[in-house]
């Protein structure tokens, strides 16, 4: 469903839609920088190149290049030194939404979290089946 908002890059109303996040003049100028990082990174000398160098040729933002890596823009398989923030603690990675060491926390968490359910439970049942005795006086 398209409705009308503000771009949130230069504040101008356009029609959202399911492609684009942005207003069409902006749209424009991120593929332009798009391209501009693309043709430097075709390079084989700047393969390998930094986002700090990236950004500083074509221009575009770290969020921008950021996105490419996550839409699969740029490939980083392609280009070794680039990636996005991990979703959960900010370290760069190559593919996924969070990082390996936040993956094995979350995992960890889960079974922890399931051992105490199964604990619960258990004493739960236990304290069921406790049969009371008539009381002798």
Avoid at 7 to 28: I, T
Avoid at 51 to 80: C, D, H, N
Wanted: one cysteine or more.
């Amino acid at each position: 469903m398209n409705e009308v908002v503000d771009c949130p890059r230069c504040g101008e109303l356009y029609m959202r839609n399911a492609f684009r996040e942005v207003c069409p003049k902006c749209s424009r100028v991120e593929e332009e920088l798009y391209q501009k990082a693309y043709n430097f990174l075709r390079k084989r000398e700047n393969r390998a190149a930094t986002l700090e160098r990236i950004v500083e040729y074509s221009g575009a933002t770290e969020e921008m290049i950021y996105g490419w890596v996550k839409k699969g823009r740029l490939q980083a398989a392609q280009f070794p030194n680039l990636g996005y923030p991990c979703d959960r603690c900010g370290n760069i990675i190559q593919k996924g939404k969070v990082c390996n060491s936040c993956l094995d926390d979350i995992e960890n968490g889960l079974e922890l979290h399931e051992r105490e359910q199964e604990f619960e439970r258990l004493r739960s049942e236990q304290n069921q089946q406790t049969f009371h005795g008539k009381k002798r006086d």
